[in-house]
């Protein structure tokens, strides 16, 4: 067991903290979050994050001296059967293990958690009045629950900017939150358009457009938008607003839509995780843990021609 600089932290107790603070209960049937490599008796000082678990990232976390690498995204989405180190997942796996350096997943469950994923997102936007676009059940074993803080959990959020803006400058301020990308931001809906009610969902969000039509918002911002989703939602918006103006109503076309790179604003997340991880740990076992966000963006993306 490598020695320790000041703290006696295995890994099991920091995976406990972990999933106190992002409970695995939230995660969606599909989803396997939680505790990916590594053995609970390795000691732990250090915790690196990154959105995405690539070579590259565990290859910076191990240069940094962590024993935990902490991700959003899973190494692993579908059954895998084999480790070997003939793909680059096996040698990931072979990678953290010689390093002794564990892998955290909060995927989905942190995307619920409070002061998760949609949190962080909603909170950069200064949304107030929030609520989850999907509500979960709590967990007893919530951190926040067992220390007072009261809260909803579920995916997404909902809530209301401050004052009313355009569509535009909404857009602006979503693509000036995120770190540079060689995408960009996309936006479909009038640029003149006055926007104040909003749901946010980072990640893959057009699975979740039927919630965002029936919570009434102006405009949803999340990522990985395709072109016929898109194109049926934004369709149906602009037939009920003809519908409503027949009958003296309002013509916005509701819900306007801002896309955005999925890690980019996955990666907000660590601007609360920074700070409510190493502060989870004192709590639960009276001892410091550093850690570290990366610098690096992992959007796959290279260059854009337009």
Known sequence: MAQLLGTELSLAEVVKVLECLYPLSYAEDWDYPGLVVGDPDWSVNRIYCAVDPTLEIVEEAIESGAQLLVCHHPLFFR????????????A????????????????????????????????????????PLQIVQKDTDDWHVLHGLDGE??????????????????????????????????????????????????????SM???????GVDVYVTSDLRHHPVTDVREQAQYEAQLRFQSGG???????????????????????AKYDIPEAVKKATGQTIEIEVTKHSSDPWTFVLR
């Open 79 to 90: 059954s895998v059967h084999e480790i070997s180190g003939k793909g680059v997942h096996g």
């Open 92 to 131: 990931i796996v072979n990678r953290l293990i010689q390093a002794q350096c564990g892998l955290w997943v909060g995927h989905t469950n942190a995307d619920a958690a409070m002061r998760g994923v949609a949190q962080a997102a909603a909170d950069a936007m200064g949304l107030v009045d929030q609520h």
């Open 153 to 206: 959990v579920g995916l997404g959020r909902v809530g209301r900017l401050r004052r009313p803006m355009s569509l535009r400058d909404c857009a602006g301020l979503v693509a000036s939150l995120l770190p540079p990308t060689q995408v960009g931001v996309q936006v479909a809906g009038d640029p003149d358009a006055s926007v104040q009610t909003v749901a946010v969902l980072p990640g893959s969000g057009d």
């Open 209 to 215: 457009f039927d919630a965002v039509r029936a919570s």
């Open 250 to 272: 309002d013509t916005q076309a509701r819900p306007m839509l801002i896309n955005t790179p999925h890690s980019a604003i996955e990666s907000l997340w660590f601007t609360y």
